[in-house]
């Protein structure tokens, strides 16, 4: 990524231009905006429904690219979440895009028929997972809620839900989606979320490592790509750069890494260190994020160590046998699931069920000399800390810990 100011880029297609094909899917999509403006919401939910069986027709070769970017065995056992984590979500996406267009249509609520509860703090929720037969099928023991901002209640939610498709002749300009390299339907759908949500016509940039999807995912998103509202584009970080900088580009939206936020808006090296110090961006306009590794696991130490009490209550360091040590073990929730969250789970546990109090103190004495070190204690699966709103964290430390959490886990998801 450029590490200064990037000159201004034309607005047309030009001869003299480092990437014309760049300049021209943008200036496509100039075009196509005002198609996408022009379209009711009956011709957009017919397209996303092309789009659902275009998902299901090409199924076979998205989950083939994919096996091969990972160099997988085509018979192992592994290729199964190609299915589950590629084509699959873009159908059910899809699908309840398209029902959620048709109660708009009719002149009710998405969210009609949804069902709502409360959380700490006055938050209110909204069950997403699962939704269906299909869910509890295949996703068996998984569950999930929205936690809406505080202040919206639900009839705030159900008023204000459709977002920019209440109002679909309202476009908002070009926006550009930087793909995700690992989970192969974040990039279609990050590009039917901005589409849809934000009533952007998009230029979806694949990361290098997924180029392979690029022939599948131009047939899958032929319907779009034929009325104007979407492009597809590859190439390495100097593309991304030319692109996300140019002139006809309103918004950006990226999945990946910090390191690869920061090159966008700040640039990279010493001036991008500056300048993200100074909160100086080089970048000229709104962009949203998805960046992975920035979120709390669940995890105990890898080398079997007792978890001891720090500054820092969610976070866990390694217990020195030589010395003395204070544990503090907060007891966690059944089945894992933070403090208010609801339903029941089946038999399979994270853990013990809890009234949420902190156990007991403990100490390990320290080790005296020619004496054998006392052998450390079993760690427990989780440990978990509340939060300043009282719910429930698990705990972690990035150096000595692994990951562990078994799938009957309710995952609580801010939104």
Sequence with gaps: MSTTEPEATSNTPDATSLYPDVDAALAALAEGEKTWAGLSLADRRELLDKVHDLTVQHAADWVDAAVAIKGLDPKSPLVGEEWMSGPYPLATGTAALSASLAKLESGTSPL?????????????????????IFDKLLLSGFSADVWLQPGIDRATAQRDAGLAQRDPSRTQGIGVVLGAGNITSIAPLDTLYELFAHNRVVALKLNPITDRLLPV??????????????????????????????????????????????????GTGEEGARRKAANEPILGKAISSELGGVSPPSSYPANGAVPTSSSRPNTLRRNDSTTAATTVSPRRPSSCRPSG???????????????????????????????????????????????ADASWSPTSNPATTRHSCRPNTSHRYSA
């Excluded at 009609?112 to 939704?131: E, I, S």
């Excluded at 899958?220 to 991304?240: D, K, N, Q, W, Y």
């Excluded at 006809?248 to 910090?258: F, Q, R, W």
């Design 217 to 266: 995912l131009t047939r899958v998103l032929e319907p779009l790509v034929s009325i104007g509202a979407v492009r597809l584009l590859t190439g390495g970080a100097e593309v991304g750069t030319y692109l996300v900088h140019h002139d006809l580009v309103d918004h950006v939206h990226m999945t990946g890494s910090a390191l690869t936020h920061d090159a966008i808006v700040f």
């Design 112 to 132: 009609d028929g949804a069902a709502f509860g409360t959380a700490p703090g006055g938050r209110t929720t909204v069950k997403v997972l699962p939704l269906n």
């Design 341 to 387: 969250s609801s339903a029941t789970n089946s038999s399979r546990r994270c853990g013990t069920p809890s009234t949420g109090r902190r156990s007991a103190r403990r100490t390990t004495p320290a080790a005296t000399p020619g004496s054998p070190a006392p052998p450390p204690r079993s760690p427990p699966r989780h440990t978990w800390a509340r939060t």
